[in-house]
Structures are given as C-alpha cells and as structure tokens.
C-alpha cells in the first residue's frame, strides 16, 4: 500500500524556520523524483523544490536561497528546510512522488506565516 505523509507543518512567525518532512511507502523511493508544491487560497498549486533521485534540485525563484529540499532514501523520507519564512509562503505543502511509472500525492501539511 502506498503512503505518502507530509508533517512539520505550523505556525510561525516572519523570519522563522519550520522543517518539513515527507514519509513515503509501498514504492521504491530511491527511484523516484520527489516534489514539494505549495497551495495558497485562491491560488494554483506551484512547484516549490524538486530533487531527483541523482540528489539534483530544483528551486521556485521565490524560494531559492531561503528553501533547501533533501532526501534520505535510507529513511525514505523527503525533506524541505523553510529559512526566513514570509507571509507570502503561507499555504498547504503538497509532496509529489513521481517516476515514469505513476506518481502519488501526500494529503498535504500547513504552513502559516503571521505574527
């Protein structure tokens, strides 16, 4: 059975930081890019970072420098650390499993950015 789990999500203060995790199960992780999209309200889901199973990433330009993605396919698990949060980066965290073959979608962790 495949599982794909977000947490870490929460409620942070502007310049913060918040680590997000993504569990995976019931595939073969290691072989799959893993993705982190975000979803404002009354915005469309935006890719966030993505890293493929060579360990390469892919950064959002609005993130680069302040988000890091990383994976420990030992752990399956997929990572994302959140530095010098904004208010801007509010929203519900999606993570993405995708190969040739299929991909799956965690049901998704919230991050919220207010003083």
């Known amino acids: 059975q495949v599982q794909v789990v977000e947490s870490g999500g929460g409620l942070v203060q502007p310049g913060g930081s918040l680590r997000l995790s993504c569990a995976a199960s019931g595939f073969t992780f290691s072989t799959y890019t893993m993705t982190w999209f975000r979803q404002a309200p009354g915005k469309e889901r935006e890719l966030v970072a993505r890293i493929v199973p060579s360990g390469s990433t892919t950064y959002a330009n609005s993130v680069k420098g302040r988000f890091t993605i990383s994976r420990d396919n030992a752990k399956n698990t997929v990572y994302l650390q959140m530095n010098s949060l904004k208010p801007e980066d509010t929203a519900v965290y999606y993570c993405?499993?995708?190969?040739?073959?299929?991909?799956?979608w965690g049901q998704g962790t919230q991050v919220t950015v207010s003083s």
């Open positions: 993405n499993a995708w190969a040739p073959g299929g991909y799956y």
